[in-house]
């Protein structure tokens, strides 16, 4: 069965930057894109970015494109999620996604196309 577990939330400064990380077990990773979503309180949880199974392409959010990078490291069943230039409404839980759908070069950007969710980190941003 298929495992994620995310990690390195926290509590940061607007402008301030956080990197998450996410690590994926019981399955082989490179068989999954792999996405990030957020749900900031009394909101739908919505995509953030993805990044491919051959970690060639990567796609995220308007609200976020020119912030935040995604980057897997496929030795180590790794994906990360690096936040800059934070802003309060990046507050949200952060959540881990592995998709099987599609292939080698594809980005699922809809919840329904992932299989497989971690558990979250939240992420607060302070003005």
């Known amino acids: 069965q298929v495992q994620l577990v995310e990690s390195g939330g926290g509590l940061v400064q607007a402008g301030g930057s956080l990197r998450l990380s996410c690590v994926f077990s019981?399955?082989?990773?490179?068989?999954?894109?792999m996405g990030w979503f957020r749900q900031a309180p009394g909101r739908h949880r919505e995509f953030v970015g993805a990044?491919?199974?051959?970690?060639?392409?990567?796609y995220f959010a308007d609200s976020v494109k020119g912030r935040f990078t995604v980057s897997r490291d496929n030795a180590k069943n790794q994906v990360s999620l690096q936040m800059r230039n934070l802003t309060p409404d990046d507050t949200a839980l952060y959540y881990c996604?592995?998709?099987?759908?599609?292939?080698?070069?594809?980005?699922?950007?809809?919840?329904?196309?992932?299989?497989?969710w971690g558990q979250g980190t939240q992420v607060t941003v302070s003005s």
């Open positions: 996604a592995a998709s099987s759908r599609g292939d080698t070069y594809d980005i699922p950007n809809r919840e329904s196309q992932y299989n497989y």
């Open positions: 019981g399955g082989t990773f490179t068989n999954y894109a």
């Open positions: 990044i491919s199974r051959s970690e060639t392409v990567t």
